[in-house]
């Protein structure tokens, strides 16, 4: 079946055509987290199956979205980047997931969080203002086996996949995290209720939900 055509010349339209085939988006913002070979893609990707996201790639290279790489030796190993016209849609992907994240309720049972989508979640959620207000701080979350962490200098963030060795404060948390994000649960009740975690300060934990809010 070919790419869905609206017939009609539009900003928008030719943006829906190019990136609004099911699965794309995503494969954008696995990617706006760093460059990826097939291999991690399906691994963050599990339900996709493997003939779309190889269309995908091939639909998003020809497009100027993404390109091929080869990493520099020992490595050697082809990984998918976005090009400079390809990361130009990190604000839209962060506004979607902004927009997105207030529809959110509780996660289904079927329902993952990756390493990707969680580092993607603290760049969509933070409030620059806000964060340089509450002070410099460096966040490790923890979700299980996901985790991420959150560097926040000078009211701008550098989120990343992994933990982070110099931690002022480790979030071990599960579904709380929404809640908390969204000001349904004080970071008060959270730790009396015994099903949000933290290793450091818990003053930085009313800090780190003031700093990235849904």
Not at 22 to 36: G, N, Q, Y
Not at 70 to 84: F, I
Not at 156 to 172: K, M
Not at 190 to 214: N, W
Request: charged fraction near 25%; hydrophobic fraction near 45%; include cysteine.
């Amino acid at each position: 079946m070919g790419k869905r055509q609206y017939g009609q010349f539009c900003g928008l339209v030719r943006a829906v055509e190019l990136v609004g085939e099911r699965w794309t988006l995503l494969i954008v913002r696995d990617l706006l987290v760093s460059p990826k070979r097939y291999t991690d893609l399906k691994r963050g990707l599990p339900r996709i199956p493997t003939n779309v996201l190889s269309a995908r790639l091939k639909e998003l290279e020809v497009a100027g979205i993404v390109e091929r790489r080869v990493r520099p030796r020992p490595d050697g190993s082809v990984v998918y980047a976005l090009t400079e016209y390809g990361a130009d849609l990190e604000d839209v992907v962060l506004a979607l997931g902004r927009w997105g994240a207030r529809a959110l309720g509780e996660p289904g049972p079927d329902e993952i969080v990756t390493t990707d989508s969680l580092v993607m979640a603290l760049r969509t959620t933070f409030l620059p203002e806000v964060a340089q207000a509450q002070g410099d701080a460096t966040y490790e979350i923890r979700l299980g086996d996901v985790v991420a962490h959150a560097r926040v200098a000078g009211g701008e963030l550098a989120a990343a996949r992994g933990e982070a060795a110099d931690a002022d404060l480790v979030i071990d948390s599960g579904p709380a995290l929404r809640a908390l994000l969204a000001g349904e649960l004080t970071p008060d009740d959270a730790l009396a209720d015994g099903i949000v975690a933290i290793t450091g300060p818990k003053e930085l934990l009313t800090a780190f939900t003031r700093s990235f809010r849904i």
